[in-house]
């Protein structure tokens, strides 16, 4: 019998790979004479960097960055020398968890930290960058980002925009001349599950300014300053596209990736699939245990495990969710090429014990499973 093990991450309770390891040992603790494939997985948000760098035998590199007010912080990136391929997390520089709630400023945060992770991912000789864009705090459009690469955006009188998004209504000029040449050759690809448009009511600053901490007023702030931005833009190269799927990720960050340095947008979940191979894993597998600490109807829109388990349809496989948390509403998953859904804590455990009690919990859930196969 062949098991693959494909979880993400369990928030706050185990990375991927300590997943893997726990579902291992469960598994061969009742068959041990399956075989079992570890692919620890991610879709672009937390733990991207650690499930591709496990997966690939790279190397994690941290660097001392801006974070979203401009504070020094430390950042860690993947990087998988024979492949040249670093992998990075916006989060880890421009993150929302780096600001305390008292300190978020959405209006002048910036993703100028996240051009110096990719300046630094440069500088070890990679060729192409893997960049998952979850988790910002930030509504800049990437200008940050491109600020730290070597780009000039500036007012009427030529003066140096100040960080953060708000400053761009008064945009007049762009200038990519001093861009990092280094960039024109390298591949880059933005693992995201948002698909928003820049602009509009579907957009970056009305959908996720509010979770940033924008007010009515800043929301319709940020709205004018990106508007400004795609105008400008559009005078400076002859081409804005605001409205590609994904533009709006990361507060605009999508867009300055794609508009300014030819990035390809893809679903999280298949760019993490594809880059750790595991559809190669699943070649000849009877099972795949997959999972992450909570799974319910929303799993189907781009998450991890319904990932894997589309994945896992093409092979014939079939599939086990494990989650600290299944929602009466992931029954949908089981009509959806899900085989069962199985969740590791008893109900009213307190949070921080199960947390604590993850891997365990893990391990014997998946022998439990296995005893019944």
């Known amino acids: 019998m062949k098991i693959v093990l494909a979880p993400d991450s369990f928030k706050e309770s185990m990375t991927a790979s300590q997943a893997v390891a726990a579902l291992r040992e469960g598994v061969e603790s009742v068959l041990p004479d399956a075989e079992c494939i570890g692919v620890p997985m991610a879709d672009g948000g937390e733990g991207t960097v650690d499930a591709v760098v496990d997966a690939l035998g790279g190397e994690r590199i941290t660097v001392e960055v801006s974070d979203p007010l401009g504070r020094p912080v430390p950042a860690t990136y993947g990087y998988v020398a ?35 992770l990719i300046i630094s991912a440069l500088d070890h000789g990679a060729a192409e960058l893997l960049i998952g864009i979850g988790g910002s705090a930030t509504n800049d459009g ?5 600020t730290a690469l070597g780009a000039s955006f500036t007012d009427a009188e030529g003066a140096t925009l100040p960080p953060g998004g708000a400053a761009l209504a008064r945009l007049q000029h762009i200038d990519v001349s001093g861009v990092d040449p280094r960039l024109a050759d390298t591949h880059i690809r933005i693992a995201s599950d948002v698909t928003a448009p820049l602009l509009g009511t579907g957009g970056a600053s009305v959908v996720f300014g509010p979770q940033k901490g924008a007010g009515a ?15 400008v833009t559009g005078t400076a190269f002859g081409h804005a596209r605001p409205d590609r799927p994904g533009a709006g990720a990361a507060g605009g960050l999508g867009f300055g990736l794609m508009e300014f340095l030819a990035a390809e947008c893809v679903p999280g979940v ?8 595991l559809q190669q894993s699943l070649n000849g597998a009877d099972w795949v245990f997959t999972g992450e600490g909570s799974v319910d109807a929303q799993t ?9 388990a589309r994945a896992a349809a093409l092979t014939g496989a079939r599939v086990v969710i494990f989650a600290g948390r299944v929602a009466a509403d ?6 959806n090429g899900v085989a069962k ?33």
């Open 217 to 231: 007023e800043d929301v319709e702030v940020l709205e004018a300053a990106l508007t400004r931005l795609v105008a």
């Open 270 to 277: 298949e760019l993490i699939a594809q880059t750790v191979g």
């Open 142 to 146: 990437g200008v940050g980002m491109l």
């Open 300 to 308: 189907m829109l781009g998450k991890t495990p319904f990932g894997v």
């Open 330 to 335: 992931a029954d949908v998953l089981l009509a």
């Open 341 to 373: 859904l199985v969740a590791i804590t008893e109900p009213g455990t307190p949070l921080d014990q199960a947390l604590r009690d993850g891997p365990a919990a893990l391990t014997r859930a998946a022998a439990a499973v296995c005893r019944t196969l």
């Open 82 to 116: 024979d492949r040249r391929l670093a992998v990075v997390e916006m989060a880890s520089a421009s993150g929302l968890e780096l600001v305390a709630p008292a300190e978020r400023d959405i209006l002048r945060a910036s993703t100028f930290g996240v051009g110096q």
